[in-house]
């Protein structure tokens, strides 16, 4: 059997708390790829972070002195240097 590569067109935006599965199986109906058993699903860690609940309002971060100080030097955004530390530990 040939391998087969696509994107699900038609999902909508993900919002907290969203059947994610349901909604990649409904896509991929609606765009004429019905998932069938063996199918191997891949999504990104943003749409399941997403379905999750796990956002962050940036203006609601403060940055540690550490954060700050790596984003100085790195040229980002303290606040998000800020969440990528926290996720990290």
């Given at each position: 059997?040939?391998?087969?590569?696509?994107?699900?067109?038609?999902?909508?935006?993900?919002?907290?708390?969203?059947?994610?599965?349901?909604?990649?199986?409904?896509?991929?109906?609606?765009?004429?790829?019905?998932?069938?058993?063996?199918?191997?699903?891949?999504?990104?860690?943003?749409?399941?972070?997403?379905?999750?609940?796990r956002l962050v309002e940036l203006a609601d971060v403060e940055p540690s002195a550490?954060?700050?100080?790596?984003?100085?030097?790195?040229?980002?955004?303290?606040?998000?240097?800020?969440?990528v530390l926290r996720e990290a530990k």
């Amino acid at each position: 059997m040939p391998l087969q590569i696509f994107g699900v067109p038609g999902l909508p935006e993900i919002e907290p708390g969203a059947d994610l599965a349901a909604m990649v199986l409904a896509a991929a109906a609606d765009a004429g790829t019905p998932l069938t058993d063996g199918d191997v699903v891949v999504v990104t860690s943003k749409i399941v972070s997403k379905a999750e609940g796990r956002l962050v309002e940036l203006a609601d971060v403060e940055p540690s002195a550490f954060a700050t100080a790596w984003s100085q030097r790195w040229d980002k955004e303290p606040a998000v240097i800020e969440v990528v530390l926290r996720e990290a530990k």
